[in-house]
């Protein structure tokens, strides 16, 4: 059965939470290689989960293209977290 759109948020942005570094310090994620400004992308996945965290506590409901957006935005924002070595 498949998750209904509320928790189908829910656990992208759970799941985002988990594997990206949030809480490494500055110093860490500026340091070495730098490709795409690793400290921005976090800061924009940070900003989005947070928007949607405060849409989901509002009890609003994603639109299917609004979770699949997010995602998206999360693939691309790994991506140069992977090319910058913090994942």
Not at 39 to 67: C, F, M
């Amino acid at each position: 059965m498949k998750p209904d759109r509320h928790t189908a948020m829910i656990t992208l942005i759970t799941e985002v939470r988990k594997e990206f570094p949030f809480s490494l310090p500055e110093a860490q994620i500026c340091a070495g290689k730098c490709v795409g400004c690793p400290k921005k992308l976090l800061e924009l996945a940070d900003t989005e989960l947070s928007y949607w965290e405060v849409r989901l506590e509002n009890n609003e409901q994603p639109l299917l293209g609004e979770i699949t957006r997010l995602g998206k935005l999360c693939k691309n924002i790994r991506r140069g977290l992977v090319r910058n070595e913090l994942i």
